[in-house]
DNA sequence: CCGGATCCCAGCGGATACTG
DNA sequence: CAGTATCCGCTGGGATCCGG
């Protein structure tokens, strides 16, 4: 998915990754602590945890608090394109809805 | 991409890999023949093409229909299902105009 | 203990050549 | 024309280790 081969491919670049679309969920949700997302979500590494968090972090969908206690906490929240995400997420569910109905 | 970690990851197993969307909008423009698809599409190997296609066959987007004349044609046209994959699009169209305009 | 960096390997997908 | 076969480089991500 580096390469441009279709003009929505930066979307599917963040979201199409394994794990993106699960943490924005959660992030939705108001898990939004490192720690806590790591213990929420099943199975993910903390290596990928971080990595997402970092590229959603560079593409303005998430922004990084770092709180300077002991044990240091670090926060993450949706900027206000990132809640924007929704609306796409809505489209997929539906559209999944009507797939699984067909498809199984 | 192969571990259910989200509701959703059905459909990114679909639409998140490389060239899904695109050959889904060529056909949606009528470029359905396999051959016209792999001219049309810059730099996708046929390998990749064939895999994608019989990938969305398998699931229910796509119809592969064989024409048996001299030289042989193929021809793939969206189901009733993949048509509806256009919200989707449309949505994340929607959403990347906004979040270039902050993210650029 | 929290957040994250490093190491390493399976699997995706690109290039090329071949078949009915 | 419409694929399949083979080879192989590269990236994603799981396991593991590290700084504070």
């Known amino acids: ?3 441009k081969s279709c003009l929505l491919e930066p979307v599917f670049d963040l ?3 394994k794990w993106t679309t699960l943490i924005l969920r959660e992030i939705m949700n108001g898990n939004n602590h ?3 997302l790591l213990k929420i979500i099943p199975n993910i590494s903390s290596r990928t ?3 997402r968090l970092r590229m959603l972090e560079e593409n ?3 922004i990084r608090n770092v709180y300077d206690t002991i044990p240091p906490s670090v926060e993450y929240n949706l900027t206000k394109i ?3 995400t929704r609306k ?3 489209a997929m569910s539906e559209w999944q809805a009507e797939w699984k109905k067909v498809n199984d």
Chains 1, 2 share one sequence.
Do not use: D, P
Request: proline share 0%; hydrophobic share 40%; no cysteine.
């Open 1 to 3: 998915m580096t390469e």
């Open 88 to 90: 796409i997420f809505v």
């Open 15 to 17: 979201f199409g990754k």
């Open 34 to 36: 490192y720690g806590k």
């Open 60 to 62: 303005g969908i998430v």
């Open 82 to 84: 990132g809640q924007k």
């Open 49 to 51: 945890l971080s990595s």
